[in-house]
């Protein structure tokens, strides 16, 4: 959410309301996270009007545009926008964020989902979303299609010889020609490769469907983490996953969120965190609970834990791993619904650090040293006050431990991750064939 | 093409062969436009690499993000990109250009294309593409879904209320439930109602269904037009057609495009002229001239006037009025194929005017008042260079006569154009009912 991860920041004093369609909003956040030296801005988004419009600000401009205009408002900071690979078509797609890629110089990536919810479907002339594995057969086609027409210029195929009237190579450009299960394709692309050869490819779904596509695509993935035990696992489940489909795992870097509250004293952190939570109203939030649940809103009493009986994560076709989250942290801590409102509310599954900079500075050096994360994701309770307060309280300390760059040291998004830029499928069998 | 409108434009010393791709290219661009005092930049498209890439630079960033872009190094000059209703959801489209409205503050515009060719059908799906009719039916379907989109929110629906803990009214935004030939989309839109109600609409097909649509639909129309005698029939045939609608004339602004090539003198202007006519490589541009009549580039011999039995205007599935304008062009003054490629390669069938700054502020004056337009599109032969002697030449001239702005009057394109913003049709109604 535009005014930060907290459902209730937007009735802060300090918040704009209409913070989700202003650009001055967003460059602000992006300025300020590039004077952090952050790898990138990430903007998560589904193509459909989610939950209560009473509750909370849910209407905001669409990313991939917010993206470009971001590209010329920032000189640094990569630039990772969600799209859908179940309501876009890949030519589109792969045009736009090769587009973005060159606009901003090669800061651009792409975070893949598959959309779920019948919601969105209905937006694009569907009864109801398409089966889980179905989505992520598509989605797996999706990038296959993408990265042939990322790939189907040869990255010298512009001569531009303006002496002999040859603008570019006829055979270093071709046709990609692309007949699967969902889409046919002819290109190529209407662009030239771009910056970084491919966009970065981030996955953050942590259902089982979402790791094989990670394991096989992601060079970033977001996650939701509560335990540094349940971090670990996922970090070295996918690591493994990712060696097993025979690639390097240094090439997937793991990304947890946290949701920061910080505080000059822990008192003072804890009394913002409780600020934050009071301003929730519980009936909206109860019933979206309930919709993510698939129970009715008065099987959810406030003052008790969940019921028993709920749905295996086998029979939820929408966002699996958020539901499995959610269940199990609400029988692990024996929460009431009213407690797991307000955790989610905070951080919405996301790991919530309240205290102060040492204390959070302290959380990311174990996790970052224990093998549970290669990089985090910075999801403020509030808007831009908790991304300033990061930048200027949290990332100083980072850096005189030694943890965090003090300058960028590249200038694509690819070389803030350190990940290799893609070789081009086809150029490479050009040069084999000769 | 991004180094101007002669299709030669690139193989000048001048000219940067990766502008396609460059921000800083558009950049300047569109700030020059803006110190010109200009409505807006319009930037064309195809979801497609057209033509060779041998030929001439056809590789390009895609428009919207484009758009997006520029938002963010303007601040007062509209923003026009192309978009095709052939291979877009209404959903996705509708939510961009309300994105890039909000983003520039009320300044976006949509060209509305039904893209012509198979090569472009066969990056989606298709074998071939649409008949012309069904493509512009499903046009007119396309902008009746995007403005149930636009107007799904009420422009007072954000209350914002912190204090009760509200942030918009549900009752002023609903769902669309459109159910269509072509689509079913059930909305609503994702984005609160934008500055300007909606994007302002612009079309360019001059054919009979193009015409057709602009009556029921555009509030500006690109159209080529050679002559003043045709250019006034053609502005008082759209008038007269957009009355008969029921809608007020005043409400589509007719603009021509004119090619200017300046010079300090008219030897100049012409020697200008020549030297990128000279360039153009007539093997290519022959090619690419028989693909648009239909017919094999062995029967066009390059010193010999078109062949006698072309295909009728009817027959043709593709941009049909460019087909028609090109051929009306050669036969009526008796050109040479040789002839014909250097007018086509200088403005591709738009109006070449060769000259002074006076004798080009002269043509405008005289097509503006002579009700032949009411403004122009702007389409130097290079870029930046030729559209910032322009700025510098020929917009003091039209100042000075009492033709065009000194200073931006207004904060949003509808504003430049003197449109009105639309209504909300629901809003409307909802008052109504009271």
Known sequence: MSTGHHEAS????????????????????????ERGKFDSVFFADSPVLFGSVGRRPVGAVEPTVLLAALAAATEQIGLIATASTSYNSPYNLARRFASIDHLSGGRAGWNVVTTAGADAARNFGLEDQPLHRARYERAAEFLEVAFKLWDSWDDDAVLADKAAGVWADAERVRAVDHAGEHFSVRGPLDVPRSPQGRPVIVQAGSSEDGKVLAAWYAEAVFTAQQTLEEAQAFYNDLKVRTAVVGRN?????????????LGGTVAEALRRERELDELIRPEYARNELAKTLRVAPEDLPLDRELPADLPDEDEIEGAKSRYTLIVALARRERLTVRELIGRLGGGRGHRTLAGTPEQVADEIESWFLGGAADGFNIMAAALPSGLEEFVDHVVPLLQARGLFREEYTGSTLREHYGLPRPANQYEAGRLAGV
Chains 1, 2 share one sequence.
């Open 10 to 33: 937007w009735r802060l004093p300090e918040s704009d309301p209409h913070a989700g369609t202003s650009l001055a909003h967003f460059t602000r956040l992006a300025q300020t996270a």
């Open 249 to 261: 795992p240094e090439g997937i870097k793991i990304l947890p969120g946290i949701v920061p509250v």
